[in-house]
């Protein structure tokens, strides 16, 4: 009986091995197809489809939220051939005043990604530049978009809608899983993170999701960075938000910044009826709303120093009631290496939101991280995995410190001040940008995210205080005036260099000195591990089903 058996596998076996390579063709097609886009293995066989989880076991990367970053991270990785698992906590549409105006260099991105299509067919409207007003005086602002396609321009919109489009995106591969659930912690083993802990939406039974990679961008109330960055929040200030109705801006298609007492106040357009405000108050306690102290605040302190075109529109939107407000927060990025896990978005690193660039850093960080991991088959070492991506942090400086250096040093000099030196050096800021030329078009090409170089943002910040300086002491400098120049320049000194101190000096502007800028990917990691080839087969199976 047992020879029975013994031969009856044997030749069970020589079968199926005939069986599978009678099929030598589709087998080669089926491995040449997961090896066509940039030579990186995609997880889909020869008739195109992607591979679906069921099939292809644990996801390759479990990304907790799905906001501006988690959202189209998620489209790109699944654009890429990824397996991903996307755990949101609430995928409803989200309801912010932040998060609206696009930069042209986030543009950019977004059409680099694939995603520009995310801003049709939701009302978004086409921003070309500023308007800045002081003291009843005005300059106009354009971006300096001369070289570009017509159609790029910065894009502002209700934050809510662009993200539902992202999402729709993201989910619109087969190989991407888009949860509700609220992630409440990381799974390690030996100081490796092996994936997330969460409790579905309406469960209270813990689930657990596993993959080689987990990726953190929820936002900037992240409840997990703790453990993976040296988190130093500042809140300089809080957001005010209203929307205006029935009304239209003095200078169409332009963001509007009004230098107002004690701090800015925006304006900009989010659909084709609709003006966002967004009133500063500094300090980190806003009047009461619900009591009727942030009506008075906004209808005494705010509405005279607001453009007569909309002042009758700031007070009905009060009059209406739906007053929002939020903390503005800054953080410098300042990671843990982890292995198995990596920070991104407002979860590592946050800037204030006067400049509208944090949709541009992070539009821009997806793309570093994109090319990060194209080259890499297999995720499964994390301590390689882990060191390689640290690389991350270098690779998008150029960007996120030109970005974020600009959003604290100018939201400083546009607050007023009772100080001299720092009215000085308000006043000669607005009149250097309104000197139109180069004097406009380089500091609105570090804005916009076009031109994101720390150099030449140094160059236009001092030229600004050299400028204020000059007006001080021409014609006849006297003793009093010197001095007043002396602490404005002692003052620019004060504000831009304990910003850039906080970015990192030599990965600001030095980053090819940083060994990371150079780091390779591992060699090993290029490889297609057991459990793909085994997906690869399984899927060969399926299509000649």
């Not at 991270?73 to 890429?80: E, F, I, S």
């Not at 190989?175 to 509700?180: A, D, M, P, S």
Request: contains cysteine; glycine residues 8%; proline residues 7%.
């Amino acid at each position: 009986m047992d020879y029975l058996y013994i031969t009856g596998a044997v030749i069970a076996s020589l079968l199926s091995v005939v069986f599978l390579y009678t099929l030598p063709g589709k087998r080669k097609n089926a491995i040449a197809s997961v090896k066509t886009q940039n030579g990186k293995l995609l997880k889909s066989y020869g008739n195109g489809m992607c591979l679906p989880a069921e099939i292809g076991t644990s996801p390759d990367i479990v990304i907790v939220g799905a906001g501006v970053v988690g959202s189209a991270l998620a489209y790109t990785l699944g654009k890429d051939g990824r397996r991903v698992h996307v755990i949101e906590r609430d995928l409803t549409e989200p309801d912010r005043i932040v998060g609206e105006l696009l930069q042209p260099g986030g543009y950019l991105s977004l059409i680099e990604l694939g995603l520009e299509d995310c801003v049709n067919e939701i009302d978004a409207q086409r921003v070309f530049g500023y308007a800045l007003y002081k003291d009843g005086k005005s300059t106009k602002l354009p971006y300096p978009l001369e070289d570009f396609h017509p159609d790029v321009a910065g894009r502002s919109f209700h934050h809510g809608r662009f993200i539902q489009k992202m999402r729709e995106k993201a989910a619109s591969f087969p190989n991407v899983r888009l949860e509700q659930g609220t992630v409440t912690s990381l799974l390690e083993e030996k100081g490796t993170v092996k994936g997330v802990q969460y409790k579905s939406k309406g469960s209270d039974q813990e689930l657990t999701a596993h993959a080689p990679l987990t990726i953190v961008c929820d936002g900037c109330y992240s409840n997990l960075r703790r453990s993976l960055c040296n988190a130093k929040v500042d809140i300089p200030s809080c957001f005010v938000g209203l929307v205006l109705e029935n009304c239209q801006l003095p200078y169409a298609n332009h963001g509007h910044v009004i230098l107002a007492d004690p701090s800015p106040i925006l304006f900009y357009p989010i659909s084709s009826t609709e003006i966002r405000c967004l009133v500063d108050v500094p300090g980190q306690k806003v009047p009461s709303i619900s009591a009727g102290d942030m009506a008075h605040y906004l209808k005494t302190k705010v509405a005279p120093q607001v453009p007569l075109e909309l002042h009758a529109a700031f007070l009905a939107a009060i009059d209406k009631g739906n007053i929002k407000s939020m903390p503005n927060r800054s953080m410098p990025a300042a990671p843990h290496p982890t292995p198995g896990a990596f920070l991104m978005g407002d979860a590592v690193n946050m800037r204030h939101p006067l400049t509208g660039g944090g949709m541009t850093v992070a539009l821009a960080d997806i793309v570093v991280v994109r090319d990060l991991l194209n080259p890499l088959n297999n995720l499964n070492d994390a301590s390689a995995l882990c060191k390689y991506l640290g690389s991350f942090y270098t690779l998008r400086k150029p960007v996120s410190s030109t970005i974020n250096t600009l959003a604290g040093a100018l939201y400083k000099v546009f607050c007023a001040s009772p100080d001299p030196a720092r009215k000085e050096m308000r006043e000669a800021c607005f009149d250097y940008l309104s000197l139109g030329g180069i004097f406009s078009n380089g500091p609105l090409a570090l804005l916009s995210g076009l031109n994101p170089h720390p150099l030449s943002l140094i160059l236009h910040f001092f030229s600004v205080a050299i400028y204020a300086v000059g007006r001080l002491l021409l014609p006849f400098p006297s003793p009093k005036r010197m001095w007043i120049g002396t602490r404005l320049i002692m003052g620019a000194s004060g504000i831009i260099f304990p910003i850039i101190s906080a970015e990192g000096v030599r990965q600001m502007f030095f980053p090819v000195m940083v060994p990371s800028y150079h780091r390779a990917p591992p060699v090993h990691l290029n490889d297609v591990d057991d459990k793909q080839e085994k997906a690869i087969y399984g899927m060969e199976q399926l299509s000649t089903l």
